[in-house]
């Protein structure tokens, strides 16, 4: 009885051993696909699109993202915009489409979220000229004009962030520096201030994620399947693969070290960042702040839904800075 007891005992410790082996390789396999862009293919969908059948699929086989591209022009947001070319870390060039309004004019750059690329946030750069500013439009690393195939959501693109607010002080001849980011790049602003030492007049940020480890944690949420373990292994792998701990990826700790004014802005329907997050987020921030919520929305462009509101809270900001 001991005998067999002991054969059963070791057949369920191989079995779990065995299934725990698999799981580190699908979450080691699908952080690669969720980091490194692909170079073409139809790009799976969000998973608030997805439907059943779909989701079991991603689960088992993962997502394909293409690197992210526009055949946009700079010409298509005003006519004397031109692209700068901006040397970034380690050789890497960092494309950007600069909009000049003159000297005593803010610069605002712009810093675009996960999986897309500068021209996602064309219509806030138009509000932003329409406003007096100037604008630069920078595509991450891995991204649009960009080099590189990968992304980190928003630890190395810090780096990227701080090479744009520098090359911005000392190339381009404006009054005062201005960021604005939506989701990843909210978040590589807050590590770029944390970690380069940056020092921008004011940031402006868009559904900010508090914690790397909460916001994968909520993407297997809108699936609709379990988040432990499968986002914490997500997490250490992603980060194992390019040479970060991801649990450590904390916006919320970051934004301790923001001491200018900060206009933090949040959808009250996100599903991918909650509300109570965000506000995790601002409530970390020392300086002169701001939160505004749009009642409609979820993680997409606040612009796009309510133009009035965005634009008056972005004005105010400005004004004030």
Known sequence: MKRKTKRWLGMGALILTAAFAGLNALAY?????MLRFSDGGLRTMTSERLGLLSRINVLLAGVNIPRPGS???????????????????????????????????PVVILFHGY????TSLMDEAAAFLDLGASVMLVDFRGSGGSSESYTTVGVHEAEDVASAARY???????????????????AAILRAVHAHAIQPDAVMLEAVFDTMLNTVRNRFRAMQVPAFPSAELLVFWGGRQWGFDGFRHNPVDYASSVHCPTLLMHGAH?????ISEARRVFEAV????EFVTFEQSGHESYLSNHASQWRNAVERFIQST
């Not at 396999?29 to 696909?33: I, V």
């Not at 380690?90 to 005593?104: A, E, K, M, P, V």
Request: aromatic content about 6%.
């Open 168 to 186: 911005a002080r000392q190339r381009l001849s404006h009054s005062n520096v201005f960021l604005f980011g939506r989701s990843m790049g909210a």
């Open 71 to 105: 055949h946009r022009r700079p010409s298509d947001l005003a006519p004397d915009c031109r692209v700068l070319s901006v040397p970034g870390p380690s050789g890497i060039t960092l494309t950007s489409w600069y909009c000049n309004r003159g000297r005593g004019t």
């Open 29 to 33: 396999s699908h952080a690669e696909a």
């Open 270 to 274: 996100d599903t991918r960042v909650t």
């Open 286 to 289: 020392p300086g002169t702040k």
């Open 115 to 118: 999986a897309a690329q500068k």
